[in-house]
């Protein structure tokens, strides 16, 4: 018999609150149960069938009969609870189309409508002089300007093909190592780590790789690619999967004909190698949103609606990418197309016009 390995106990008198951060489940334990679970902690061997506590420990899979075994980690076991914990967002039933989302969607707005706000200022920040800041002035590439002004989330694609040339602009600008500043190096930059990309990374470390999921991209077969950013260039990864796109992406339908899109994976063994603490986990994220919208603001800049989610099946992911128990985990997906420029899809809009009718 074995403890299973992905547990995290709370004291919380009169008893103990044990937690299987991997599976999403909780059990509340009286002082019977958590002396019981104590003893066979320290030696599992004692476990005894005809104990109906030890049944129940099990059936609860407090305990394992087959001994499970746990990814390895660089940083404190912090840090892994929060990472496994987040994963696989759960969800009772994935949507199967539009319309399932559509309602799904919209009954959780309305749930979450339905309960008081938070305040809009910050408590602490409502005392004190508010000081005027002048009006912000042009930039002088205002194609820049441009970008930021005109940046929105759509879910609402054509489908129509990105040229091939317009992908590598937008890798290349967004992920790729910026040939134009090999000569602005600093001599005290650690060898390895002179690449520079158009966005800030923790450490100069570049922990964050794209994966691009082609489904409609002039002059490259669909698929899923590795992007090489020191080298500006894809390999293939994996064929696309035969179910929809909206089946990986928690549902979400409306996305099913985008053309192109990103997986932003961080690479934590980068991390551990600088970082040798749980709070640098941060960083990943940090990056990723950096990543995130320098490629949406090319994308913009290019013509293309954009759009992003974190809401994925992680471990159906980490198989499409290959990455399966690497301290390689993907965090963020972004894509591009074009668009009618409409924040919502069509069949919300329908939804919405039913419900308000």
Not at 81 to 91: E, K, M, S, V, W
């Amino acid at each position: 018999m074995h403890i299973n390995p992905y547990l995290f106990i709370l004291p919380r008198t009169p008893g103990q609150i044990v937690w299987n951060y991997k599976n999403h489940t909780q059990h509340e334990l009286d002082l019977n149960y958590t002396s019981r679970l104590a003893r066979l902690i320290d030696n599992p061997n004692l476990f005894d069938r005809q104990n109906i506590i030890d049944v129940q420990l099990l059936k609860a899979e407090i305990l394992t009969i087959a001994k499970i075994d746990s990814p390895q980690w660089g940083w404190d076991e912090l840090s892994k609870i929060y990472h496994i914990g987040t994963q696989n967002i759960p969800c009772a039933r994935t949507p199967q189309n539009i319309h399932e989302w559509s309602r799904q969607y919209l009954d959780h707005c309305t749930e979450v409508l339905n309960k008081p706000a938070p305040a809009q200022q910050r408590p602490a920040l409502n005392t004190g002089q508010r000081i005027a800041l002048p009006a912000p002035c042009g930039l002088t590439d205002d194609s820049l300007g441009n970008a930021l002004r005109q940046r929105k989330t759509c879910r609402s694609f054509t489908g129509e093909a990105i040229p091939l040339r317009d992908v590598a602009t937008l890798l290349y600008l967004s992920f790729g190592f910026l040939h134009e500043r090999e000569n602005s190096r600093d001599d005290c930059i650690a060898h390895g780590l002179h690449a520079r990309r158009s966005s800030p990374s923790g450490g100069g470390l570049n922990a964050c790789e794209g994966f691009v999921l082609a489904r409609n991209v002039c002059g490259l077969e669909p698929g899923l690619y590795a992007y090489h950013p020191a080298e500006h260039a894809l390999s293939l990864t994996n064929p696309l999967p035969e179910s929809a796109l909206g089946d990986l992406l928690g549902g979400q339908h409306f996305i099913n004909n985008l053309p192109l899109g990103l997986f932003i994976t961080a690479r934590f063994d980068r991390l551990w190698w600088k970082y040798e603490h749980s709070r640098a986990y941060r960083m990943a994220f940090v990056e990723a949103g950096h990543l995130s919208q320098s490629f949406q603001l090319v994308a913009t800049a290019l013509g293309f609606g954009t759009w992003l989610t974190g809401a994925f099946a992680d471990d159906r992911v980490e198989a499409l990418l290959k990455i399966e128990g690497s301290p390689e985990q993907p965090l963020f997906f972004v894509g591009c197309g074009a668009s009618d420029g409409q924040a919502m899809c069509r069949e919300m809009q329908d939804l919405l016009r039913e419900v308000q009718a």
